[in-house]
């Protein structure tokens, strides 16, 4: 089954952009992700799906600061225009037939 | 629009057993798997299980096969997560969500469940 593999942490400055990445395991490239926020003391939103091919769709509300791309076995959260409230948790999540449903560790994103 | 609505938080005794509920609204109940997700303080998401609605058939993950059971009642637009044998490893938030396609694209607000003697 397929592994996600998140950097722990990542920081950027307000106004700024960040790239946020999730990485498939060997074997598992042509996987399509969904991307989640979750801030503080608050439950996960969805943000988006992001397939293979770097499509993606977005949840209902979703700012167009937020977009996603795909390279190889990585796939890429984009925020521009950083914003206080994005300083958050994201997390990744993919789904197997036999598994079901795998999240990655997640990254704490800090504005600075 | 729709939205998940959770049930409030619960206490529990070690070797008790909880029940969480998952309100849907908004879109047709049995239209949209119903996973389950859990939360320890300060960790990250752990996938439990997920449940069909509209067949009521189930999938667990190993880790809670055997005392995991995911059920529903359609009329009530409702679905449900009981836990039996709790440990303090347990104390976690509990999140349902919708999947439609794989991903979950609508999530409930949580419930917290603690387990202390």
Not at chain 2, 30 to 44: E, F, K, L, M, N
Request: charged share 15%; hydrophobic share 30%.
């Amino acid at each position: 089954q397929p592994v996600l593999t998140q950097p722990p942490s990542a920081s950027a400055s307000l106004g700024a952009s960040v790239t946020l990445t999730c990485t498939l395991s060997s074997g598992h490239s042509t996987y399509a992700i969904a991307w989640h926020q979750q801030q503080p003391e608050k439950g996960p939103r969805y943000l988006m799906t992001l397939s293979s091919d770097g499509s993606h769709s977005k949840g209902d509300g979703i700012p167009d600061r937020f977009s996603g791309s795909s390279s190889g076995a990585e796939r890429h959260l984009t925020i521009s225009s950083l914003q206080t409230e994005d300083e958050a948790d994201y997390y990744c999540q993919t789904w197997d037939t036999g598994i079901r449903m795998i999240f990655g560790g997640g990254t704490t994103l800090t504005v600075l | 629009q729709m939205h998940l609505v959770q049930s409030g938080p619960e206490v529990k005794k070690p070797g008790a057993s909880v029940k969480v509920s998952c309100k849907a609204s908004g879109y047709t109940f049995t239209s949209y798997d119903i996973h389950w997700v859990r939360q320890a303080t300060g960790q990250g998401l752990e996938w439990m299980g997920w449940m069909n609605p509209y067949t009521g058939n189930t999938g667990y993950a190993p880790k809670f096969q055997g005392r995991v059971t995911m059920t529903r009642i359609t009329s009530m637009n409702t679905a449900y997560m009981d836990l039996t044998s709790l440990t303090s490893d347990d104390t976690a938030v509990y999140y349902c969500a919708r999947v439609p396609r794989g991903a979950c694209d609508s999530w409930g607000q949580g419930t917290l469940v603690s387990v202390s003697s």
